[in-house]
């Protein structure tokens, strides 16, 4: 069993910035990877960002150059680092990890306002 807890989420301009942490109850070396998802009302989950054991990243093409994913193993954190945001990167963010099975956090809801 992975726990996994989100916070940084709140309400902000369009233009401005969050950064958002999800802290795993674990070690996260083994991780197979780490990420975020983010689900709009009305709408399906979509990914945000992720990265693997190794390193590699990956991203929605909607936040690329905007947003950046990192991980901290000795925090046991990953971050989501959100820059210049639009009102329609408005919703709730999920932590996710794969430890071959996939968890989920309970999200943090990220607003921007026009």
């Known amino acids: 069993q992975v726990q996994l807890v989100e916070s940084g989420g709140g309400l902000v301009q369009a233009g401005g910035s969050l950064r958002l942490s999800c802290a795993a109850a674990?070690?996260?070396?083994?991780?197979?990877?780490l990420g975020w998802y983010r689900q709009a009302p009305g709408k399906e989950r979509e990914l945000v960002a992720t990265?693997?054991?190794?390193?590699?990243?990956n991203y929605a093409d909607s936040v690329k150059g905007r947003f950046t994913i990192s991980r901290d193993n000795a925090k046991n954190t990953v971050y989501l680092q959100m820059n210049s945001l639009k009102p329609e990167d408005t919703a709730v963010y999920y932590c996710?990890?794969?430890?071959?099975?996939?968890?989920w956090g309970k999200g943090t809801l990220v607003t921007v306002s026009s």
């Open positions: 990265v693997t054991g190794g390193g590699s990243t």
């Open positions: 996710y990890a794969n430890v071959g099975m996939d968890y």
């Open positions: 674990r070690n996260i070396f083994s991780f197979n990877s």
